[in-house]
């Protein structure tokens, strides 16, 4: 099962309202990009041209003033020179719970209703081509069945064509052509 992740992220949308409730359209946009940009690839510089690349923005004044937005409502927080974001790395934890458990339920299901586990299922297959072998080792072929069933070729093959001879000349004997 693939363990990444970093191609889908839950929003939740009351929480993200909430937190977005006072920020232009722009912003917002903004700061979405910069969220999956963080759930892709972790930690941003903390650097203003990097940060106006990932969200779009033209001007180093607007980005400032989005990461300090985005600082007082605790969606990122800023560490060592880079942007960190205690919210999305929780999100992506619960995210990955989330898979791991998803998969052993399906797992555990699939052992259930099969049975066996993967090895076993390798050792069945192969015991079954054993078994199918053994079978027709021991049954006789179809010729053989055929032959066995057919009467014996050199005493009624004789008798069955001059019967056929016989039947085809009393047929043109009784019937008179002009």
């Known amino acids: ?54 969200t779009k923005l033209p ?13 007082a409502l605790e969606l990122f927080e800023v560490e060592s020179e880079q942007i960190h974001s205690n919210f999305l790395t929780s999100l992506k934890s619960q995210a990955l719970q989330n898979q791991q458990m998803k998969s052993d339920k399906a797992k555990n299901a699939a052992q259930a209703r099969w049975g066996k586990s993967a090895s076993n299922a390798q050792a069945s297959t192969k015991q079954r081509k054993v078994n199918a072998q053994a079978a027709l080792e021991k049954s006789p072929s179809i010729t053989q069945v055929m032959l066995e ?27 008179k052509w002009i």
């Open 1 to 54: 099962m693939n363990k990444d992740i970093s191609i889908w992220m839950p929003l939740y949308i009351g929480d993200l309202q909430a937190k977005f409730a006072r920020m232009t359209a722009e912003q917002i946009g903004a700061a979405l990009l910069l969220m999956m940009d963080f759930w892709k690839n972790g930690a941003i510089p903390h650097d203003l041209a990097t940060v106006c690349s990932i």
């Open 149 to 175: 069933s057919c009467p014996s070729s050199s005493s009624s093959s004789s008798s069955s064509s001059s019967n056929f001879e016989e039947k085809n000349e009393n047929f043109l004997e009784n019937s």
């Open 59 to 71: 001007q180093h004044t607007k980005a400032k003033t989005l990461l300090n937005t985005l600082i």
